[in-house]
Antibody, heavy 123, light 108 residues
Framework: QVQLQQWGAGLLKPSETLSLTCAVYGGSFSGYYWNWIRQPPGKGLEWIGE???????NYNPSLKSRVTISIDTSKNQFSLKLSSVTAADTAVYYCARGKWMVRGVIISPIDYWGQGTLVTVSS | ESVLTQSPGTLSLSPGERATLSCRASQSVTSRYLAWYQQKSGQAPRLLIHGASNRATGIPDRFSGSGSGTDFTLTISRLEPEDFAVYYC?????????FGQGTELEIK
């Protein structure tokens, strides 16, 4: 059974850097892309970015200048850093297991999610 | 960026009825890489459908997906009480991956 467990600071001041980490238990780590998604309170889902075990990354252009996703294959963990946060970055942040590709074909999309972390940005 | 527009915004139905949810993309979705998720309050989304029409593991067969190109549909054949939730479509074929704004399925 695949489980994702995430942690990080839940309260930040404007201009600080958001930092979250997600640990993956069960299943393969190397065969997938690992994602971060966020959801402002009462609103919809926004994809932030993804990275695979080789370090190949894709980011949402709307956040790309402030986002860094990193991966630690020795610990089956991946992390998110979002710099210069503002109140608009207040959201529940989810880590998630993303696409699994075989010979260029996406076999499955985002399927397993972490429990979510509410990050509030307030002075 | 492919913008996904879901309709209706809210759907009011009774248990036992049939639900039809729509998702329209601003660009053709690559290789039918379209998924549907169910989200209940305070929970992470749950994958229902991938590849436009393939049920995820453990998903009841009352859930079905169809469509291609820019128009996709999620159908719930006979609503159970636990089906009342928010549903999102998601395209994962073209970065940046995007989600629809959601359809809230509420009890009438």
């Amino acid at each position: 059974q695949v489980q994702l467990q995430q942690w990080g600071a839940g309260l930040l001041k404007p201009s600080e850097t958001l930092s979250l980490t997600c640990a993956v238990y069960g299943g393969s780590f190397s065969g997938y892309y690992w994602n971060w998604i966020r959801q402002p309170p009462g609103k919809g889902l926004e994809w932030i970015g993804e990275m695979n075990h080789s370090g190949s990354a894709n980011y949402n252009p709307s956040l790309k200048s402030r986002v860094t996703i990193s991966i630690d294959t020795s610990k089956n963990q991946f992390s998110l850093k979002l710099s210069s946060v503002t109140a608009a970055d207040t959201a529940v942040y989810y880590c998630a297991r993303g696409k699994w590709m075989v010979r260029g074909v996406i076999i499955s999309p985002i399927d397993y999610w972490g429990q979510g972390t509410l990050v509030t940005v307030s002075s | 960026e492919s913008v996904l527009t879901q309709s209706p915004g809210t759907l009011s139905l009774s248990p036992g009825e049939r639900a039809t949810l729509s998702c329209r993309a601003s660009q053709s979705v690559t290789s039918r890489y379209l998924a549907w998720y169910q989200q209940k309050s305070g929970q992470a989304p749950r994958l229902l459908i991938h590849g436009a029409s393939n049920r995820a593991t453990g998903i009841p067969d009352r859930f079905s997906g169809s469509g291609s190109g820019t128009d996709f549909t999620l159908t719930i054949s006979r609503l159970e009480p636990e089906d009342f939730a928010v549903y999102y479509c998601h395209q994962y074929g073209s970065s940046p991956y995007t989600f629809g704004q959601g359809t809230e399925l509420e009890i009438k």
